[in-house]
């Protein structure tokens, strides 16, 4: 969905929208990790800013939210520093396995359209909430193991860090 801003360029509106089941199924994405496949309905679109270096913001970035995309942590957990997300967003995760982090159905992963193309790695844009279901989880970066020590433990990505309630990081 593209609108007129009101400096009559064309972007993502600046309101988050919410797509009806039919149309989340029409544009569903297929997802594989861990030699599952997982379809993927869109549930919603919103907007991302790119920020300067003062914070300021310079320009947007049109967001999407597929349900029950599981997705993999590339690198370590920290937040995309120049990009962030309107309002906060909130992945539930029901399990994990390795780096490999399982999205409850009814949560929605964040993706960016760029171009006319998706692209992934969205989960770390600041104002991204992880949020896990139960105590217990375990899951690992490139250099670290972590531990959810109670349910509804959380990960936030904000714009001086991570901030972590209720998950600790046991070593590699």
Do not use: H
Not at 15 to 43: H, M, Q, R, W
Not at 57 to 75: D, H, Q, S, T, V
Not at 95 to 107: E, F, K
């Amino acid at each position: 969905m593209q609108v007129m801003g009101e400096d009559g360029k064309w972007g993502p509106p600046e309101e988050k929208v919410s797509f009806n089941e039919d149309y989340g199924k029409n544009f569903a994405i297929t997802a594989e990790a861990a030699e599952k496949e997982l379809k993927c309905p869109v549930v919603w679109q919103d907007v991302a800013y790119f920020l300067g270096e003062d914070g300021k913001k310079e320009g947007k970035l049109a967001i999407f939210g597929y349900n029950g995309c599981p997705f993999a942590i590339e690198g370590e957990l920290e937040p995309v520093k120049n990009i962030e997300i309107r309002s906060e967003i909130k992945i539930e995760i029901d399990s994990a396995s390795g780096n490999i982090l399982w999205v409850s159905p009814t949560s929605a992963r964040p993706f960016a359209n760029t171009g006319g193309q998706l692209a992934g790695g969205c989960e770390m844009l600041r104002n991204v909430v992880w949020v896990f279901k139960d105590k217990g989880i375990t899951f690992e970066t490139k250099t670290a193991k972590y531990l959810v020590e109670k349910p509804g433990a959380a990960i936030r990505f904000t714009k001086n860090g991570i901030v972590m309630d209720g998950v600790r990081k046991t070593g590699k």
